[in-house]
């Protein structure tokens, strides 16, 4: 499978403090995209990082990219309740296509 | 601008039916690709159609397949439906023009939630 790994598949942390999570992939990437689910519904994207680059800042959110590692991490900082949802990571393929290989995803629970 | 719209949000069907799941991009966006969710596969990638073509493709049976129309709507139908098919449906739609930019962000639908029975 192609499929990329992250971890915690859980994370449960309090109001005000930081997440961390974590991806790993399989192939050669061109960039690598953070995005956000809310319980069954659609997936929202928040950060992308170019294979260049090895760190990204976007409001609260921090991603680092070590592509001799092939992983990525994203960082919520001073998370609130409203960040609760599920995480994934996603590479594009390479090539002339759209199409994303997903990450297991991290379920996140920010408790008030 | 307005969002990826799919239709229906939910759906119950019987085995052996089958159904069509509706997508419309943003405006100007002329990629448009599937993907099934479930708990136990995650995110799956079922097909990609750009300008009308399909230009990439997942690893499910030929059950699944899909269309786009050339005001870049998408449809995708399943026929002979099966309980593993019960699943949330995510259409997501990009740029995806030439080289640059290609491999760009994806917009997601809110999902049709198919349940079969």
């Known amino acids: 499978s192609q499929q990329g790994e992250e971890d915690p598949q859980a994370l449960s942390i309090q109001e005000g403090e930081n997440a961390t999570m974590n991806c790993s992939y399989k192939t050669s990437i061109n960039n690598l995209q953070w995005y956000r689910q809310n319980s069954g519904r659609g997936l929202v994207h928040l950060i992308l990082?170019?294979?260049?680059?090895r760190e990204k800042h976007s409001g609260r959110l921090r991603v680092t990219l070590d592509t001799s590692k092939k992983s990525s991490s994203l960082l919520i900082t001073a998370s609130r309740a409203a960040d609760t949802a599920s995480y994934f990571c996603a590479t594009p393929l390479m090539g002339a296509t759209n199409k994303l290989i997903f990450g297991t995803g991290t379920l996140l629970a920010v408790q008030p | 601008k307005a969002g990826v719209t799919q239709t229906p949000r939910y759906l119950i069907k019987t085995r052996g039916q089958q159904v069509t799941l509706s997508c419309s991009p943003i405006?100007?966006?002329?990629?448009v690709s599937w993907y099934q969710q479930t708990p136990g596969q995650g995110l799956q990638f079922l097909f990609e159609y750009f300008s009308e073509t399909q230009r990439n493709k997942g690893n499910f049976p030929g059950r699944f397949s899909g269309r786009q129309f050339s005001n870049s709507r998408s449809e995708m139908n399943v026929s002979t439906l099966e309980l593993g098919d019960s699943a949330l449906y995510l259409c997501?739609?990009?740029?995806?023009?030439?080289?640059?930019?290609?491999?760009?962000?994806?917009?997601f639908g809110q999902g049709t939630r198919l349940t079969v029975v």
């Open positions: 990082i170019r294979s260049n680059e």
């Open positions: 997501a739609s990009s740029l995806g023009g030439g080289t640059r930019k290609i491999n760009t962000e994806a917009f």
């Open positions: 405006s100007g966006h002329r990629s």
